[in-house]
């Protein structure tokens, strides 16, 4: 085996609480208003982050952003300081300072779509910062995620930066989370696949309950920006009865490594076509096709929702088999354990279950796989990469102790307007770009 995948995990930041933002996400929804606890969630993303690392696989963090975001606020009329513009928004419009104080970026699977070199005509890595313009709250992130993703992959030679697409539905985009790759080695040639969840110019399909949040026009603008090739690509629809279920990307309902894909049996539109020209693909490449079915009588959509089944990782571990990393949801319900414990008997390449607790993400609506982004590198590419955000001991303890100076144990939406909240979230960014060595990423330090 050649190549890396290297797996960046979202920092959740100061200011994690419980708002109900993401209509469509059904955990979000379910669990608005309650008292979050922004240590705790930092701490087992960190968790997660050092177990992988202690596994051999390449791990690395992403860093969380400014929030609450002062500058758009401004932008809507909030005057005064800084202080005097968070209790303005407060008094006016509690959701709206809640929209604005969101750690959604946490979700680093929605930062942006990746294509390795080995796939682009350039041979370069690409990167294109998803818009996420179907939620406001989301809509401003991509501003910050470019300058921290230009800050991580700082080298013309090997990284190829995109801005964000135009903001409109037309172009809707939510980064890898609708995004795969199937291949062998990380760094030769792979087959890309992109879920959309709706097709503006000319499509008939779509949800009617939940929106789709990710269009077949934004996934065709990637491919073209990041110069793919179209015998090694492939456009699948979501099931719109899904989406309309909670399966508001396709990373709740699907995931692939390597020649893996692990997927539910009402996951795609025309999903026998899709399997196929997936198959063909691959073996234009002289590569195995892996796929992992999971019967609707095992698995109901409504508990792969409700457990993140879907929103796991899939790992090639050293010894070349793979491991499943599921949240500790899916070992609380019955039929979802009793299927993973059958599926690593099947003799595919997944052998191995590994069980992480984070509920304070899953009650925000995202588990293991909306944390992390995939970056499949070589190994002059990895040599490129920033070195201070890879995890290690010493960075584990640094970020543990960083966490336990700036963050809280209880975080309730009234607390947002607390000036003291914005000087310590301030105050905890600005260390952390030095501990990363991010440079000035952030706008109040602009």
Known sequence: MSGYELNIDGLVGPTHHYAGLSFGNEASTKNSKNTSNPKLAAKQGLLK?????????????????????VL?????????????????????????????????????ANSCTVSP????????????????????????????????????????????HHDALPPVSMFGDEGAA????????????????????????GGQLAPQKYPARQSLEASQAIARLHHLNDAQTVFVQQNPDVIDQ????????????????????????????????????????????????????????ADAVNTYLFNS???????????????????QNEAVWSYLNDMIKLGTPIDDIKVF?????????????????????????????????????TLFNTLNAWVDRHYRDELAQEELADPELLLQSRSALDELTQILKLGSVYDFQR
């Open 49 to 69: 982050m050092k177990a992988l690392s202690d596994l051999g696989l390449k791990q690395a963090v992403f860093a969380p952003q400014e929030r609450p975001h």
């Open 72 to 108: 758009t606020l401004r932008q809507l009329g909030f005057t005064g300081t800084d202080e005097q513009v968070i209790t303005q928004a407060m008094k006016t419009s509690p959701q709206l300072l809640s929209n604005l104080s969101s750690a959604s970026c946490m979700w680093t």
């Open 117 to 160: 070199s080995a796939d682009s005509a350039d041979g370069k890595v690409h990167f294109t910062t998803a818009n996420l313009n179907n939620k406001f709250h989301r809509s401003i992130e991509h501003p910050t995620t470019g300058r921290i993703l230009r800050a991580m992959f700082n080298n013309d030679a090997y990284f190829a």
């Open 178 to 201: 609708n995004h795969n790759r199937l291949g062998g080695a990380y760094d030769r040639k792979s087959v890309q696949i992109f879920v959309y969840g709706q097709q503006f110019i």
């Open 246 to 301: 909670g399966v508001f990307h396709n990373d709740v309902i699907a995931v692939s490594n390597q020649q893996v894909l692990f997927y539910h049996e009402h996951a795609f539109v025309n999903k026998a076509q899709a399997l196929e020209e997936i198959r063909q693909k691959m073996a234009d490449l002289d590569e195995q096709f892996i796929p992992i079915e999971v019967p609707a009588q095992r698995v109901t959509v």
């Open 313 to 331: 990782q899939i790992l090639t571990r050293a010894d070349g088999k793979m491991s499943i990393v599921v949240p500790e949801e899916s070992r």
């Open 357 to 393: 607790d984070l509920r304070e993400s899953m009650r925000n609506g995202g588990g293991p796989a909306c944390l992390r982004l995939r970056v499949a590198l070589s190994q002059a590419e990895l040599n490129a990469v920033n070195p201070n955000i890879l995890m290690n001991d």
